[in-house]
């Protein structure tokens, strides 16, 4: 009888637990929706080769299952198979989008050879983004409709980036050109494909522009070639919007100015979304105090303008449909002004589902809203899925309707509302928990302070401090709230924040609630400045008051970041461990399981290993486990060898290497670069190869801390990325030629000084040895001679065991004819061909002294130089190297064990392995 009754208690209790999710699901279904049909959409990542009518027929019959399982009332299979078919319908969505191409389409067109690419093309299109100076450029995005092949105009359909070089200052006739959105421009361009950097870690830029439907990178030599075709593409809608815009621009003209840029980029960036303005250093600042979003028109700025309209249109006593309705028009004329981001889209829709919700009297549920919303898009844009700023915003509301709601009305509301109503006998809490009774209590002991205190005094007393202890628990909610808000989204967003930018800011919790609040008022000043700007009196104190409410915004987030520990730079973490983190929360959320603070336990030990992941031994445990490696290519790592790596990476038109010794030592060589021109530097954005390339990369590997820091010459291909890598990592020693003085090589210094870094000049015949590896530099002498910075590059041999490699920067003839002077067995099995495989070195005496196996070019793809020059590559096929090109393999790995050697890239994977011994001639 016993065991009878203990089987009968187990299925009660899985029947209980079993209808308790039915009954969450039923409450809640667009949540199971969309979660399945964002599991659809990620599977297609996994799918290369597939049958489209196959996944529609499997489709059917699961929809056809489904139907039938619910007219029997089996609940439980019936939402199986139905969810498995919004899955299946998920990932024919993604499948349509990425593979259902049309014939005029820009992929397909340069993919069969029809739309030339790297040669001048004729070309018509519309400008969807206004141009922006980078450098000694404008930039726009265009959406091309036609160009010209063999006399014939043909039809095309996708986007592009379309840089167009500065008239040169010395032209007698300079041509400017400004494109706005909505122009329609002809002219003649050469384009290319985006191409990524092909590193592990390395961001895929190739895939974020194409899913902005940009396909194609130009350039314009000169605004010659450019006109803009009478009628352009605009519509009535497009025209206002355009208008708007430019009144808001020319508001903040006067602002404008060189010492104040920013405050009109802040401005800018805050009412119409426009950020082109914002240069590296305002960025870091928000984003080291964890505001970012602030600067970012989002949910918040619309959620904002959205209460202060339905306030204003109550006053005029309108109906609450019309007001509603007119509202919203005014939401999606603003999302059109700023551009159908993810975050403005998402605002939108919940608006416009909420305002159903009221329309036919159903109580709106948050959290459907947002993800019914987040239905809505990703139907319309299944890659949106795949995008940073969606996924951001989305967690962001959901933290805030899934965690901060639920804690604040369960927690902080009953401990502040009884406050908020003290002296009010009509208003009673009799609530039963614990936070309603320390509630009560902490209201009644006010009270009974209260009239201790005016117990000899008027009833004006009385009234006035029981008006302050209710202005303090409002105040109590409000601040509480924001903090609850903030900390709760912070842990769901953090571990994401990291896994992408690698940035982790402790102290955002509290600078969200200092900044968030300040940044409304900003954007409200920054309206009423574009609103009554040209009247007399009304607007120029409106723009000084946006200008000071601006530079106040500036200034406390300069403030908050420049605390120390308030922010950190982190390894990437494991995508499957973020993956499941946000997982785990969101089922503890949604299900309303107990022991919330499993889930938060595991996001918080994430964060902490990621922000000691600069501790070796943590770091090497965290390596070790988060790379599973392939036991039949990786026989040495598989035996607990010690390896030394040198690897190349893939930096475009530059120098990067990276050296990770048998010990765990980190040796960097040049950090690659982006030449901008001075002028323009501190003004605008740049893209910083130190940064988004080598900085990544480091990240990705774990590396605890840079032990040398090596720049071969100050050439910007080879020095452009040091600051970034100077101020992300720690290093130990920072190594140099200390021939020649620029200002290159002193901002670096600066930098050194700055962070206490030991320098220390490199001159031919100094050796190193860490562990088994020796290092001897042999190039260049104390008493050089030479002039030319490549010809001064420092080179470097490393030997350890049968394995040896010769680093030579960007040395030329000259310089290499100094090298062979020096004593010292110069011969490698590996050489580091010198600026990038110009046709100024590698002679052929080089190669007969230095003898290689292997030869790595380091080059950028369609580069202005057309490096390497076929006449190395001859000289080197002559010599019998084997040569090996960033340009085609991403990132070039040897790894040795001083007696056999694996040769691995990026692109193809394992080239090569075997014995050392064999390898040497």
Same mark, same amino acid.
């Given at each position: 009888m016993r065991n009878n009754d203990d089987s009968e208690d187990f299925r009660s209790s899985t029947g209980n637990r079993k209808s308790s999710i039915?009954?969450?699901?039923?409450?809640?279904?667009?949540?199971?929706?969309?979660?399945?049909?964002?599991a659809g959409i990620a599977s297609s990542l996994l799918i290369r080769e597939y049958s489209f009518s196959g996944f529609v027929a499997?489709?059917?019959?699961?929809?056809?299952?489904?139907?039938?399982?619910?007219?029997?009332n089996r609940i439980t299979p019936a939402l199986a198979t139905g969810l498995a078919a919004i899955a299946i319908t998920g990932l024919l969505l993604s499948l349509a989008h990425r593979d259902g191409i049309s014939s005029t389409d820009l992929r397909r067109l340069f993919r069969k050879g029809i739309f030339p690419l790297a040669e001048p093309v004729m070309f018509e299109g519309c400008v969807i983004e206004e141009s922006h100076r980078q450098g000694e450029e404008s930039s726009s995005t265009i959406r091309l409709n036609a160009f010209l092949r063999k006399d014939q105009w043909l039809a095309c359909k996708g986007g592009g980036i379309l840089r167009i070089a500065e008239p040169d200052p010395g032209d007698s006739a300079p041509h400017p050109i400004s494109l706005e959105r909505g122009d329609r421009i002809r002219g003649w361009a050469t384009w290319n494909t985006?191409?990524?950097?092909?590193?592990?870690?390395?961001?895929?830029?190739?895939?974020?522009?194409?899913?902005?439907?940009?396909?194609?990178?130009?350039?314009?030599?000169?605004?010659?070639?450019?006109?803009?075709?009478?009628?352009?593409?605009?519509?009535?809608?497009?025209?206002?919007?355009?208008?708007?815009?430019?009144?808001?621009?020319?508001?903040?003209?006067?602002?404008?100015?060189?010492?104040?840029?920013?405050?009109?980029?802040?401005?800018?960036?805050?009412?119409?979304?426009?950020?082109?303005?914002?240069?590296?250093?305002?960025?870091?600042?928000?984003?080291?105090?964890?505001?970012?979003?602030?600067?970012?028109?989002?949910?918040?700025?619309?959620?904002?303008?959205?209460?202060?309209?339905?306030?204003?249109?109550?006053?005029?006593?309108?109906?609450?449909?019309?007001?509603?309705?007119?509202?919203?028009?005014?939401?999606?004329?603003?999302?059109?002004?700023?551009?159908?981001q993810a975050s403005i889209t998402r605002c939108l829709w919940m608006f416009l589902l909420y305002l159903a919700g009221r329309m036919i009297f159903r109580k709106a549920d948050p959290t459907n809203i947002l993800l019914a919303s987040a239905l809505i898009l990703l139907a319309a844009q299944p890659d949106w899925l795949f995008e940073t700023g969606f996924q951001l915003s989305f967690l962001s509301v959901m933290a805030i309707a899934m965690t901060a709601a639920p804690a604040i009305n369960g927690y902080l509301k009953p401990c502040c509302e009884p406050l908020m109503n003290s002296g009010n006998p009509d208003r009673l809490f009799l609530q039963p928990g614990r936070w309603h009774r320390y509630g009560r209590m902490l209201?009644?002991?006010?009270?009974?302070?209260?009239?201790?205190?005016?117990?000899?005094?008027? @009833?004006? %007393?009385?009234? =006035? &401090?029981?008006?302050?202890?209710?202005?303090?628990?409002? *105040? $109590?909610? !409000?601040?509480?709230?924001?903090?609850?808000?903030?900390?709760?989204?912070?842990?769901?967003?953090?571990?994401?924040?990291?896994?992408?930018?690698?940035?982790?800011?402790?102290?955002? @919790?509290? %600078?969200?609630? =200092? &900044?968030?609040?300040?940044?409304?008022?900003?954007?409200? *000043? $920054?309206? !009423?400045?574009?609103?009554?700007?040209?009247?007399?009196?009304?607007?120029?104190?409106?723009?000084?008051?946006?200008?000071?409410?601006?530079?106040?915004?500036?200034?406390?987030?300069?403030?908050?970041?420049?605390?120390?520990?308030?922010?950190?730079?982190?390894?990437?973490?494991?995508?499957?461990?973020?993956?499941?983190?946000?997982?785990?929360?969101?089922?503890?959320?949604f299900f309303k399981w107990r022991r919330f603070w499993i889930p938060c336990a595991y996001i918080i030990v994430l964060l902490a290993c990621l922000s000691h992941g600069s501790v070796p031994v943590l770091s090497a445990l965290f390596e070790k486990y988060r790379y599973v490696p392939d036991s039949k290519k990786e026989e040495m790592r598989k035996g607990g060898a010690h390896l030394l790596k040198i690897t190349f990476l893939d930096v475009g038109e530059g120098d990067s290497i990276v050296i990770h010794f048998p010990d765990g030592r980190f040796w960097i060589i040049d950090a690659g670069g982006l030449r901008l021109p001075p002028s323009h530097e501190g003004n605008a954005y740049s893209f910083d190869i130190g940064e988004a390339v080598v900085s990544r990369y480091l990240w990705h590997s774990w590396a605890p801390q840079i032990d040398r820091l090596i720049l071969t010459h100050t050439d910007q291909d080879h020095a452009g990325g040091m600051p970034a890598v100077l101020k992300n990592f720690r290093v130990s020693e920072f190594g140099y030629s200390g021939t020649g003085s620029d200002t290159i090589l002193a901002a670096i210094l600066s930098i050194v000084r700055e962070k206490r870094i030991a320098p220390k000049i490199l001159q031919a015949g100094m050796q190193d040895r860490i562990g088994a590896v020796n290092i001897r530099t042999h190039h260049p002498p104390a008493d050089s001679g030479l002039q030319s910075a490549n010809d001064n590059s420092i080179v470097l041999h490393f030997s350890?065991?049968?394995?040896?490699?010769?680093?030579?920067?960007?040395?030329?003839?000259?310089?290499?004819?100094?090298?062979?002077?020096?004593?010292?067995?110069?011969?490698?099995?590996?050489?580091?061909?010198?600026?990038?495989?110009?046709?100024?070195?590698?002679?052929?005496?080089?190669?007969?002294?230095?003898?290689?196996?292997w030869a790595v070019v380091s080059a950028g793809w369609n580069n202005p130089f057309s490096h390497p020059s076929p006449e190395v590559i001859a000289r080197l096929r002559k010599h019998g190297v084997q040569s090996l090109l960033t340009l085609n393999d991403g990132a070039i790995t040897f790894e040795t064990d001083g007696t056999r050697y694996a040769i691995k890239t990026h692109i193809r994977g394992i080239l090569e392995q075997g014995f050392l011994r064999q390898a040497i001639k």
């Open positions: 039915l009954h969450r699901l039923s409450s809640r279904p667009a949540a199971a929706l969309t979660l399945s049909f964002c499997a489709n059917a019959f699961l929809i056809c299952a489904a139907s039938l399982a619910l007219t029997r985006p191409r990524n950097y092909h590193n592990p870690g390395s961001a895929d830029r190739a895939g974020q522009l194409a899913r902005r439907d940009i396909f194609l990178l130009g350039r314009v030599k000169s605004p010659r070639l450019l006109e803009k075709i009478p009628g352009g593409c605009s519509n009535p809608l497009m025209n206002q919007v355009k208008a708007v815009r430019a009144r808001v621009r020319s508001s903040l003209d006067p602002i404008a100015t060189a010492d104040k840029s920013q405050l009109a980029a802040v401005l800018a960036s805050l009412t119409i979304g426009e950020y082109s303005g914002l240069n590296n250093s305002t960025r870091e600042v928000f984003q080291n105090s964890g505001t970012y979003h602030v600067l970012v028109v989002s949910g918040l700025h619309v959620a904002w303008i959205a209460g202060l309209l339905l306030q204003i249109t109550r006053l005029f006593f309108i109906p609450e449909k019309i007001r509603y309705l007119s509202v919203a028009l005014a939401i999606f004329f603003y999302t059109c002004i700023v551009g159908f209201r009644t002991r006010s009270e009974i302070l209260v009239e201790a205190m005016t117990d000899s005094l008027p @009833p004006t %007393a009385s009234r =006035i &401090l029981l008006r302050i202890c209710r202005g303090m628990g409002g *105040a $109590g909610l !409000a601040i509480g709230s924001m903090v609850i808000a903030s900390i709760s989204v912070q842990l769901w967003i953090e571990p994401l924040l990291a896994l992408n930018f690698n940035r982790m800011s402790w102290i955002s @919790p509290l %600078a969200n609630v =200092i &900044l968030v609040p300040l940044s409304s008022i900003v954007l409200a *000043a $920054g309206i !009423a400045a574009s609103i009554f700007t040209g009247l007399p009196h009304i607007g120029p104190a409106c723009l000084q008051l946006a200008e000071w409410l601006a530079s106040f915004l500036l200034d406390s987030a300069e403030s908050i970041s420049g605390i120390s520990g308030a922010w950190q730079r982190c390894p990437t973490p494991a995508p499957a461990w973020v993956l499941s983190g946000i997982l785990i929360l969101f089922l503890w959320s350890f065991g049968y394995f040896s490699a010769l680093l030579t920067g960007d040395l030329e003839k000259a310089g290499e004819v100094k090298a062979l002077l020096q004593t010292g067995d110069l011969r490698s099995l590996l050489l580091k061909v010198a600026h990038h495989g110009s046709r100024s070195g590698t002679s052929d005496a080089f190669l007969d002294r230095v003898a290689p196996r």
